[in-house]
Structures are given as C-alpha cells and as structure tokens.
C-alpha cells in the first residue's frame, strides 16, 4: 500500500475507509483523462462556447500611470461564465461525472462563486445538485444562495462548528460516504485528498497556458511578477502554472483580515500563526492550534476565509518557489474603490487581495516590469460587503425601501 | 494483549459490547460517570473519542458532542490523563478513537508511548488509512499496542486482506455507507459483508454504526464478535439522562 498525492511533505489522501474506493474510481477517471488529449481539447472548447476562453489580458494604463512603477496587467477571470475562474474547475469535473456516469453533484461554497458555478454545470449537463454553505457565508452572500436555488439547487445552510467554508466542506464529505454511488464531490479548490488537488490544478492550469501565450504574443516576453489571491489555492495554481518554469516572480495573497496579529485572519503561509497538520483529508498548513484543533478564521472575503490551503502551494513556500504575502480587510476596499475608478472593473473582493498587494509593490518597480494580477471573479456578489464598507447612504435607503416593500 | 482479551470473554459471552464516548460530553466529571455507569451495566470494551474540531467521519450527535467537549475547553492532555484514570480504575480494556490530526500535532510517537503508559490497549483513527500509517504502526508496534482498522462495505477483497496484515487486536467493520447515527438494515446484504470480512481476517470482528437495540445485536451473534453502540448510548444520555444508561445496556445483554 503506497502513499499517493504527495507535494514534498504536503498532500497524500487521509481517507474514511469508505470513500477509499470512490476515490480509486476518481482518480482512475482523471489519470485517464489527463492521458487522453482529446479530453483536454474537448474541455478548451466547451469552456470557448460555454464560458468565455481564452479570456483577455486587459493592459491597466491609468492604474499603471497611478503608480508610476512597473506597467500592470489583469488577467480576466471575471469574465468566465458565472462571472470567476471557478467555472474552470467545475466544467472539467463535470465532464469527468459524465465519464463516470453519475447523476449527481454536491459542493461546497463559501463565496458562493463555486455554489453557482456548480448549480450553473449541474443545470447544464443534467445532474441533480445540492450545495452546503456555512450559514455565515449564507448570510452574507445572499445573491449567491439566490442564484443557485434559481439553477435548480439545493442549497444547504450548514450550522455546525464555525459556520463557514470549513465546515461546509465537512457536510459535503459526510454527504458523499452516504451517497457516493451516483454522487461525485466537486471539490471547489485545489486542497482535500488526492486527487483533488492535482486535478483542480489541472483544469486551472488553463488561464497560466493562455496568459503565457498572451504575453508572449503581445509583449513578445514574459511579466516579472505575477499576483494571485489565495483562499484554498485554485486561482493560484492557475495563474502560476504557467509560469513554473520561467523566470518569473510569482507572489500569493493571503486574507490578513484585520492584521496578521490581530488573531482576525486567514493567512497560512504568510503568519506566524499556521502549522502542519492532518485535516479535511490531507496534510498542509492550517490555522489551528496547540492540540490541532482547528481555529477561526476571518477575512471580508468569504472565499478566502479557510482554515487550510493547497498542499502543492505549501511545497512551493517551503522550496521558496512562491513569496506568500497577506492583504487587510481595510486594503482590499481601498484597492476595490482604486481599481473601479481608475480602470471601470470591479473585482471580487477576493481577487482584489492580489490588487492590494500589487499596488504595494507596482511603485517600488521599474517601468520596464510587468506586473500580473489574476482577476479571479468579478465583484457583483460582493455588493452588500462593499456598500456595507464604503458605507454608501444612498444603497442604505434603498435597502429599507425595499424592506418596508417586502413588510407592507 | 487484545486479541486473547477478546478470545477468553468469547468464552463466556456470546458477543460482546462495545461502547463509545466523546470525552468532556457533557462535562469531563459526568463522562467520568458515564463509563462508570457503563461499566457497572457489564459492557466488555469502550472507545474513548479525543473530541476533533472536524470529525468527518461522524454524523450529527457526534459532531455536536464533540463541538460541545471542546468549546467546554476541553484540551488532549485532559483526555489523556482521563484515560489513564479510567484505565486504572475499571477493569475493561479501554481504546481512544480520535482523528490523525489529534496525534500528529502531539507527536505520534508521544502519543503513542503516553498511551501505553497510562494503560489503553489501542486505537481507532477512521482517517488514517494503512498507507499514511507507517510511523503510527511502528510507535503501536514498539508498545504492543493494537491499531484498530477499518473495513467497509466498500472495501475490496485484495484491501481487506492487505489492512488484516497490519491491524491487530480485533478489526472495527463499519456496517454501511454513511456517517455514524444513521439507521442500518440488518439484513442478509450485512450477513454477506461480515462473511466476506471472516474470510479476509483471522481478528475478531467489531460491528458498528447503527447499532441500537437488543434485536440489532441479536442479530449480530454468531456473526460479528463485537458490537458497537455509539450514537444510542449518547441519544439516551441526552434524553433520560446517564441513569438511564444501565437499565438500557443490562436489557442489550440478556
Ligand atoms: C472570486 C474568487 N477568487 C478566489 C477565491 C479563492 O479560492 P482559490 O484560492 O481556490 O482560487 C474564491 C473562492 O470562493 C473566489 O470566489
């Protein structure tokens, strides 16, 4: 019996003795899937006429000009269908469900991008679907929860341990080892056993292949730094992946909430605060402590706000291959606000991690660097946590209105 | 040693049973009168769940006893001096079951020799498969400890042989698909598996996952060696109290 799934000291598959044959058939499906090239181009071309692939790289000339440091470029995973790079993932994953021959689907979410991606594929390619969502994130991604029961999902609020992303990706396991015959698990990042985290770095890997491409078509050379929000890694490995083999900087973000050292976080490679630990299926960094129970998190970002992170990006840290960084609740409004006025985008609010930290170095730079952020979503779910921020008194009247409506 | 523990009470009983706990549910003193209870009632073997902050492989009741032991600051030192106390005073052999996590962040091998220190004859890790098990095996084998595995319906055949070459002790065959607390048919489908488990182990076989009533384990003899009760233990401690306990585990046995 060997060990599988192993990034340096970082992966492996910490299994339920039930789930140990569903997961075989997984990664059975996938490694044959992964050798079949005809799979990879039948999955560029549904993401072309289902999503929006190849999306663009947009040059962002007044941020740049803002700055006046490196130029700044923003790769638009806004622009997938259902408005982030999760539509990536759970295309791929639906293809292999239909390998696979199952008829339904469960995720989890968190921001919720994942929940209607999911909700969004299950609709299309027929699957029965029921998503957990921590009832925190329920609350405060209200739009999300309404576009996926619109999909036709079931959304489940989940009301154990701290409410959130964690804890909704623990129902969706004691789901499946019920329901694994004609259920499959879309994992909505590159974390949990093998072989999710390969595979979900796989399918993302298709926004690094296009902005190689991009930037080698457009620039005739690669940028110098490239940014990406971290909540369980998937943007990440995306972008990065790419990028591996080149001389090029690439920088992680990380929640850090209201301060690295306020306790109110959710960076695991950028704190102090983070250790190795066993949880969820696999080994990496987590947020928990001295007995290994895992502790809360926080960030304003509900899709950054987890307790673990993708076993391949605790190898790139530990061999230095990727600088990891945090960005506060305060600095992503602020770069949210910056970039919706200065470029007429709006990013999630879980992207505009990698914005904040950019803007932080964009000036320290030579105009001869190219900066990189992966915009991984778009920002509309965000819109009660940004006005709530920018506290807005005119979306506030609006609000009540539309209260004493629904109480009339 | 285990094993022969089992082997000489089989003599005398046609089954034996099987409890579980989460340690400091409701508090540390009533989980400490709980085994007293269960112990006076004649149960043969008990579980000691180390609560977890995410145990995946439990369902609801689980879940929230365990939520509730740790938000009551419940720490793993407690847990482990309440083994060594239990240990000492009741003359049962008594398993932890808790997640991976819990080891590894207190050193497997720490872990491990404390366990044999303060007199407990094993563990249960639902989420340490044998592949990820290396140092576990080692530290239990070095102590004469025995690693509890699992086997499950899902289980094929090569796998149930290949988990009986490193578990020890008995071997914990979980009845169905699904977390803990759920209903379980006990039908011929559970004869069918528990056969195929026969065959793959010399070990005694533990059945568990709902388990609940007289007829349950009426059913189980001649088949299993072990039965579980988990959740129905926990259900009648939350609704009748721990007084409860004996009259229902006393009724189980006759
Ligand atoms: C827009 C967006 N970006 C980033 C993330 C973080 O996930 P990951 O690190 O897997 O990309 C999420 C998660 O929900 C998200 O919705």
Redesign the pocket.
Known sequence: MNKRGYFGNFGGAFLPEILVATFDELERVYTEARNDPIFWHDYEQLMSSYSCRPTPITYAENLTRHFGGARIFIKREDLNHTG???ANNVMGQGLLVKRMGKTRVIAET??G??GVATATMAARFGFDCTIYMGEVDVARQRPNVFWMEQLGATVVPVTDGTRILKDAINEAFRDWVTNMDATHYVL???CGPHPFPEMVAWFQSIIGKEARRQFMEREGRLPTRVFA????????MGIFSGFFDDDVELVGVEAAGRGLNSGAHASRLCSDDASVGVAQGYKTYFLQDDDGQMRETHSIA???DYVGVSPILSDFKEKGRVRFEGATDREVIEAVRLTMRKEGVIP?L??AHAFARAFKEAPTMSPDDIILINQ??RGDKDIFTIADAMDDPKWKQFIIEKAKQYHA | MLESHIRSRLKEKKILLMTHIVIGYPSLEASLEIVRTMVAAGVDLMELQIPFSEPIADGPVILKANQNSLAGGVSVAQCLEFGRTVAREFPIPFLYMTYYNILFKYGVDRFVDEMRDAGLKGSIVPDLPPEEADGYLSAMQRNQLSPIFIYSPTTSEARLTAIAKVADGFVYCVARKGVTGDQTEFSQSLDAYLARCRTATGLPLALGFGVKDKSDIKFLEGKADIAVIGTQALRLIETEGIAALGPFIRDLQT
């Not at chain 1, 929000?229 to 990440?236: F, M, P, Q």
Request: proline share 0%; glycine share 26%.
């Open positions: 982030a790079h999760k968190g921001a991008q994942h909505g990042t590159a929000c971290v909540g369980g890694g998937s943007n990440a509900a899709g950054l999630a879980e992207s991984s979503g």
